[in-house]
Structure formats: structure tokens, C-alpha cells
């Protein structure tokens, strides 16, 4: 479990604005492993559910993976 947090902090993401639907995509580049991959793909909707809004823009923060 540490080594998996450890990858998720220090993995590289695209962090994409979209005003149109009040989105701001974290998209977090693949994992070393499929298995990783999917434990983080669970962390992401469990983030997701919490509908956080990032501060002072009004966006609602969206993670997801890019596989």
C-alpha cells in the first residue's frame, strides 16, 4: 500500500480545465503495473465521489487515469 501512494504522489498528470462543464480534470498518467492501475482507477472514484471543488474557480475537481 505505501509503494502504491508513493506512485500516486509522485506520478505525472495532465491537469485540464473545462469552464464548459465545470471540470478540472486530473488525469494521471498509467502506473507501472495493471494492478496498480486499478487500485488507482478505485482511489479515483472515491475521490470523485466526494464532488471536492477546487478553490476559487468554482470547478469540481474529476480524476481518472489515462490508460
Not at 471540470?23 to 472514484?45: F, G, M, R, W
Request: hydrophobic fraction near 50%.
Amino acid at each position: 500500500m505505501r509503494a502504491l501512494a508513493k506512485s500516486l504522489i509522485f506520478a505525472k498528470a495532465n491537469i485540464i480545465p473545462n469552464e464548459k462543464d465545470k471540470l478540472l480534470v486530473v488525469e494521471l498518467y498509467s502506473l507501472a503495473t495493471p494492478c496498480d492501475n486499478l487500485a488507482a482507477k478505485q482511489i479515483c472514484e472515491v475521490l470523485n465521489e466526494t464532488e471536492t471543488i477546487f478553490p476559487c474557480r468554482d470547478l469540481k475537481l474529476f480524476y481518472k487515469i489515462a490508460i
